[in-house]
């Protein structure tokens, strides 16, 4: 079996293992996904995916209505612990058993489902191929010494997407950074860390196009960070599949997927992502989760 074939067949099952969850792409039908747990005292606007444990302080889900297409408010793999929390719209399905008051402010149902770990696993294994399929792409867009991004879009799979390689290192320093989006259809930033770590505290301030309405067609692909630290307004989905995230403050506009939410002190709110990535049918995406620590070791990133 070729590699893409072998790619294209894990996205394919993928797909098929998230069963009541499934989606064209889990960054459009879910405003957050974590693989493991999120403790958070703030809120979704949309629904959440968590694979582990909630806790934390009071918290709210689905505080604009729904992005799951099942009708899912807020999935919980494990316990629900800490302070109260909300679901404002759909159901709430859990896995584990519900240590905190938890109240149903949209009138759905609590359905107790001991798949959800599994569904969230299967979606963040989904999202993992999808980062590091974007990670291959050929940036064709640049930045400048003053923090201004460039789109120069070119056509992939029959969209205008400018893609940018810009390191954590090289952003820390700036005061800004303003985005220059042009006729891009679909924005990708990689952004590779600076040891595991992407420090997005305070400085720069992302201004220009990364505006609110352009938020469902920009992607933040931090491909292999361990911890991403951000608080200030964040603008586009955050993409991160195997790290820790801490929302210090300002929040986030934007689909989130990231390992775990070790402190959620600010919104994630509904501006799902809906801007290009590889359609299994059509571009071969690079290794699945659980694969790609084997095939790192033999192959290249890029597909």
């Excluded at 894990?10 to 493991?36: D, H, K, M, Q, V």
């Excluded at 159901?91 to 149903?104: C, D, F, K, P, W």
């Excluded at 220059?180 to 924005?187: E, F, K, L, P």
Aim: proline share 3%; aromatic share 6%.
């Amino acid at each position: 079996m070729s590699h893409r074939d072998f790619v294209i067949g894990a996205i394919a099952a993928a797909a098929t293992a998230s069963g009541a969850f499934a989606s064209s792409s889990p960054l459009s039908n879910w405003n957050l996904i974590t693989r493991s747990y999120v403790t958070s005292s703030s809120e979704v606007d949309g629904s959440a995916l968590i694979g582990g444990y909630l806790d934390g302080g009071a918290s709210n889900y689905a505080i604009h209505g729904l992005t799951d297409a099942g009708g899912v408010g807020l999935a919980v793999g494990g316990n629900i612990n800490g302070g109260p929390k909300s679901v404002n719209a759909g159901s709430l399905r859990y896995g584990g058993s519900i240590n905190t008051i938890v109240n149903m402010n949209g009138g759905g149902m609590q359905i107790t489902d001991n798949t959800v770990a599994s569904q969230a696993a299967a979606a963040m294994n989904t999202v993992s191929g999808i980062s590091m399929f974007l990670a291959g792409l050929s940036a064709n867009s640049t930045m400048d010494g003053g923090g201004n991004l460039n789109a120069t879009p070119t056509l992939i799979d029959g969209q205008l997407v400018a893609v940018f390689n810009i390191s954590a290192a090289s952003v820390q320093s700036l005061g800004q950074l303003n985005l220059h989006i042009g006729t891009a259809q679909s924005v990708i930033i990689n952004m590779p860390s600076a040891g595991g770590l992407v420090d997005l505290q305070g400085a720069p301030n992302i201004i220009g196009d990364f505006s609110k309405a352009n938020s469902s067609r920009i992607l933040w692909n931090f491909f292999d960070a361990s911890s991403v630290l951000v608080n200030n307004s964040f603008r586009g989905a955050l993409v991160a599949p195997n790290a820790a995230l801490q929302v210090l403050g300002g929040g986030i506009d934007g689909s989130v997927a990231v390992d775990r939410i070790t402190a959620q002190n600010a919104e994630i709110r509904s501006s799902v992502y809906t801007g290009y990535i590889p359609a299994p049918g059509a571009a071969s995406l690079c290794v699945l989760a659980g694969a790609v620590a084997a095939r790192r070791r033999r192959e290249p990133v890029g597909c």
